[in-house]
């Protein structure tokens, strides 16, 4: 693909969802790059924020998502596609994004990448690492006690075994994103 834009030609916002760990940030980059969209990660953001002084004990996860919002929209107001990554858990982050593609008449398209061997997921946590001065991994604890959410969220979705190859992920996006014959 050669544009900013999904192959329909109108703005889309496709939101990636799932735990901590079982590779949403490689999936959003392949799909960010493949589509050559705009890609929005929550985590650098609340990172950014520490080091400019905002305090940890600042509701800056929130923040986050706020920010993360605020540009998605200038990007799908220009027409464009936006690739959402963060963990997406709660049904008001969720809504979140639901309430800026009515906003914006994009396309909202979300992909819950998901992980069923827990001991992979476990060591794809504990070997990985970011990039991201001073933001701290979750422990496996915390990862678990994240679960429950995505066990109850019935809403349509296209979910992805992140145990296939990420180009693999990548291409179910796009072929989502492509319109009906």
Known sequence: ???????????ALIVLAGLPGVGKSAVAES??????CTLVSVDPLEAAMWRAGVPRDAATGLAAYVVAEA?????????GAVVVDAVNDHPAA????????????????FAEVLLED???????????VR????FPEPTWAEVESRRAAFDEWADDRL?????????????????????AP
């Open 71 to 79: 540009v998605a929209e200038a990007q799908l107001r220009l027409g």
């Open 118 to 128: 827990r001991a992979e997921h476990r060591r794809r946590l504990e070997q990985r």
């Open 1 to 11: 693909m050669t544009s900013g834009r999904p192959p329909l030609g109108e703005p």
């Open 31 to 36: 799909t960010a790059a493949a589509l050559r």
């Open 159 to 179: 979910r992805l075994d992140a145990s296939l190859p990420v180009g693999r992920l990548t291409s179910r996006i796009a072929q989502a994103l492509a319109p």
């Open 94 to 109: 969720r809504e979140q994004w639901r309430a800026l593609a009515a906003r914006t008449g994009a396309l909202l398209l």
């Open 131 to 134: 990039d991201l001065d001073g």
